[in-house]
């Protein structure tokens, strides 16, 4: 079974950064794709940014230049570094795993971006 945890949300003022972590544990394939989501009150669950086992990397149009997605496939951890934050990238940051045969989703971590 595959558990993913997340950690490093907070409050931070505009134009600050976080750095997000998510670690997962239990058999993983040599092949998967870790990404970010994101979810406010009232919507959907919104697609951030992805990276595969190879280090491919694909943004939102909205994180494009901002954020940075990085992994480290030694400790099956990826990172989201989240630079010049605006209010509405506030949300519950989620962690995800997407292997050849199964899906797996972290309990998410809040970020509040707020002066």
């Known amino acids: 079974q595959v558990q993913l945890v997340e950690s490093g949300g907070g409050l931070v003022q505009p134009g600050g950064s976080l750095r997000l972590s998510c670690a997962a544990s239990?058999?993983?394939?040599?092949?998967?794709?870790m990404g970010w989501y994101r979810q406010t009150p009232g919507k959907q669950r919104e697609y951030v940014a992805a990276i595969t086992s190879s280090k491919s990397k694909n943004y939102s149009d909205s994180v494009k230049g901002r954020f940075t997605i990085s992994r480290d496939n030694a400790k099956n951890t990826v990172y989201l570094q989240m630079n010049s934050l605006i209010p509405e990238d506030t949300a519950v940051y989620y962690c995800?795993?997407?292997?050849?045969?199964?899906?797996?989703w972290g309990q998410g971590t809040q970020v509040t971006v707020s002066s």
């Open positions: 239990g058999s993983i394939p040599s092949m998967s794709v």
């Open positions: 995800n795993l997407h292997t050849l045969t199964n899906e797996y």
